[in-house]
Every structure is written in C-alpha cells, then in structure tokens.
C-alpha cells in the first residue's frame, strides 16, 4: 500500500545543516519528491529524485535515497531562516502516476 | 503565468450553509487535484480530474461534498450543507501528465483557501 512516514518536527540552528528523513513503504515507487510549504502558502516543489538514483545534489540540498530500506533524506546546507517552513516528502508509482502520496510533513524550525 | 489561482482566500461560514471553492488550473495543464489539509489528519486527496473528467473521487468524504469541472479553466469544489468539520485549508493543484509510462508528476499548488465553519 502507500504510506509515506516522516518525523514532525526538526529544530536547527542557522547555519548548521538540516537533515529531514522520510520512510515509504511501496517498493514500486518510481519518482520520490521534496515539497515545500512556508507559512499561508501552497506547497511548492523543491526537488525529485528517479528510484534508480541513489543521490541528488542541487544547490544546497541533497537527497539521498536508500531503495533496500525505503528510506529518503533531504539535507539542506546552511540552514538560512528562510528556510522556516513544513517539507513533505511524496511518492508516485507507475500504476498510478497521476497520485503522490505525502507524508504528514516535517515542520522545520531555524533559531539564530 | 499566474500560477493556480483559488478564491476566495478565506471563508467564513454557519453551519448549514452552502460554499463554493473555487479554482483556475495553470493553462496547458490537463490534470486537476483537490485537497483538503488538516492538523489531525494532514494533505488528503479529495478529487482528481483528468482532462476535465473526474477519475478518482475516492477521498470524497461525503454525498456534501462535490466537484465539478466543466472546462479546462475552471473548477469547483462544494459543499453543501457544510459542518464545522469541514474546516481544513482547501488546496487546488495542477498538473501535466504525460502518461505513457512517465509517472514524474509536479504538481502546482494554488495558495489554499481557508475555510471555518462555525
């Protein structure tokens, strides 16, 4: 079935770097994303990543991806406060392209 | 481009009463969602059209609710009568999909509409 888990709430200094995980449980996913949603806002698409990639580097962020444990990571380096804000993880899966499942989202918190 | 746009951006309503969410999708975009959002129970799918068709109207909670798209341009969500249940953030999204065995799926989120029933 579909089911996209992910811590709720993250804590981190300014400067340091942000690490959000997420578990998913379908093995056929194909595509797994990173949305992000600031304060009265709509989620925005952060970055993808393919299932047959392990790693991802845009910028600041980088994802990784562990197929064997279903397990996805966003890191962001040098965590800025305008990166205040929930980040949801989500999947889609070749039977159902059209659908993502999202996690619960992650509200992450940058204190100076 | 303008991005999805919603109205109204909040709505307060008495229970009992009918309201009506609105949405333009992104042009060129052939595919539609509406979801709902929640503290308890997170980003629900409620609706999904394709090419103007509903496809999956699976995560309507209730004979209330109701979403119509009667062009490309344009969708409806409503609920009627609503409760104060119904209180949530309301999100329209748009997509391309291209099928064809491509399941990337970005999907453009409007800006929510936030809805209290009292």
């Known amino acids: 079935g579909e089911d996209v888990e992910q811590s709720l709430f993250l804590s981190v200094r300014e400067g340091d770097s942000s690490v959000i995980n997420c578990t998913y449980t379908d093995s056929s996913s194909t595509y797994l994303y990173w949305y992000k949603q600031e304060p009265g806002a709509g989620l925005q698409l952060l970055t993808y990543?393919?299932?047959?990639?392990d790693m991802k580097q845009d910028q600041r962020l980088t994802v990784l991806l562990n197929k064997k444990d279903k397990h996805l990571s966003l890191r962001i380096a040098d965590t800025q406060t305008g990166d205040s804000a929930i980040y949801f993880c989500?999947?889609?899966?070749?039977?159902?392209?059209?659908?993502?499942?999202f996690g619960a989202g992650t509200t992450v918190t940058v204190r100076a | 481009d303008a991005g999805v746009i919603q109205s109204p951006r909040h709505e307060v309503t008495e229970m009992g009463q009918e309201v009506t969410l609105r949405c333009k999708p992104i042009s060129g975009h052939n595919s539609l969602f509406w979801y709902r959002q929640t503290m308890m129970r997170g980003l629900e799918l409620l609706i999904y059209?394709?090419?103007?068709?509903?496809?999956?109207d699976s995560g309507m909670p209730e004979d209330r609710f109701s979403a119509k798209m009667p062009n490309a341009s344009f969708s409806t969500l409503k609920i009627q009568p609503s409760e104060p249940r119904d209180s949530a953030v309301y999100f329209c999204?748009?997509?391309?999909?291209?099928?064809?065995?491509?399941?990337?799926?970005?999907?453009?989120f409007g800006p929510g509409t936030r809805l209290t029933v009292l």
């Open positions: 990543i393919f299932s047959n990639m």
């Open positions: 059209f394709n090419n103007n068709v509903p496809i999956d």
């Open positions: 989500a999947e889609s899966m070749a039977r159902n392209d059209y659908k993502l499942s």
């Open positions: 999204a748009s997509s391309l999909v291209r099928g064809g065995g491509s399941s990337y799926n970005e999907q453009f």
